[in-house]
């Protein structure tokens, strides 16, 4: 009985046509505005501008004497342009070792227990510098002073870095793209076409020019969705038809299953191929509803879509 869901759920949603639109939301604008236009920020950014030149800097800028573009200076790193790190007192860039209140390096931190008072210029007589009566915070002296090098959150003897991706005690290049997630509505970080299912994201459906490429982490055993921006006649081929599945369709939505409680292979390629009349400039795939067989009940896989063309 469960696996009549899908063709249960198709008798009232089949014959609605849906049209196109000469609009868009933000997320489907170029950064020059233009409805999924392909304009994209460069890497010194500028909209659809050339980004990096020979140099590898921006503009006109060349390389100086310290290998940085223009202006720009290295840290004690070679980083050119980043956050001023200091030395310590052995000279380590960004390095842990301090002077105790004998001015020795890499000495005991603050005062040294039987060696000098708050100022550090006489025998401490007491077993410990009080200071006040309040002994002193890890990494300070008694003045209140750090005697630690800061990490970037200015956090005293701290360990917070600037990662790969410019932020202070940040994860480094943890997304889909390095430092930046997917751009929303995007097939890939680059927003260029894809050419196969096993180009997109997981869990993810594309249509371009008429085939419908899926990447799945599950087995689908059934699928239904709306086409907006033409007319649907006919589906067919694919991985649906390789496994045997019953598809139908109106004008606008396609619906997909077996009768024999087949599945599609978990994986990437080519769902089914769709033909269109009546088509505008953009065609698009809208409310998705992926199920996979999950102990022969239908469940649910939560999929997206991108424009891939």
């Keep these: 009985m469960n696996r009549f869901f899908l063709l249960i759920l198709s008798l009232f949603i089949l014959g609605c046509d849906s049209g196109g639109n000469d609009t868009c939301p933000t997320y489907d604008q170029d950064c020059a505005g233009e409805c999924y236009g392909d304009a994209e920020i460069d890497e010194c950014g500028g909209c659809d501008g050339s980004g990096f030149n020979e140099y590898g800097c921006c503009g006109d800028e060349t390389l100086n004497a310290d290998g940085c573009c223009g202006d720009l200076e290295p840290n004690c790193l070679g980083q050119c342009g980043g956050a001023e790190i200091p030395l310590d007192c052995a000279g380590v860039c960004g390095g842990t070792a301090t002077e105790d209140c004998n001015g020795d390096c890499n000495g005991t931190v603050g005062i040294a227990e039987g060696a000098c008072n708050c100022e550090g210029d006489l025998p401490n007589e007491d077993d410990q510098c009080t200071c006040d009566g309040l002994l ?6 008694c003045d209140n002073e750090c005697m630690l090098p800061l990490d970037c959150w200015n956090a005293c003897g701290g360990l917070a870095v600037i ?23 995007a ?9 196969s299912g096993c180009e997109l994201p997981n869990n993810t459906l594309s249509l371009v020019d008429g085939y419908v490429f899926y990447n799945s982490d599950t087995e689908i ?17 694919g991985a649906a038809e390789d496994a045997e599945f019953t598809v139908s369709n109106s004008s606008s939505t396609i619906l997909g299953f077996s009768f024999e409680a087949n599945s599609i292979t978990q994986g990437c390629g080519t769902l089914t191929i769709l033909e269109f ?3 505008s400039s953009l065609i698009e795939l809208d409310e998705i509803v992926i199920s996979s067989p999950t102990g022969g009940n239908l469940g649910s896989i939560n999929f997206s879509y991108c424009s891939g063309q």
Excluded: H, K, M, R
């Design 163 to 185: 990662d790969e991706c410019d932020n202070c005690g940040g994860l480094g290049a943890i997304y889909e793209c390095g430092c930046n997630p997917l751009p929303q509505g």
């Design 221 to 237: 055993a059934g699928f239904q969705f709306d086409v907006v921006g033409a007319d649907l006649i006919s589906a067919s081929g």
């Design 277 to 279: 009349e009546n088509s």
């Design 136 to 141: 002193g915070f890890p990494g300070y002296n």
């Design 187 to 195: 097939c890939n970080c680059s927003g260029e076409n894809v050419s």
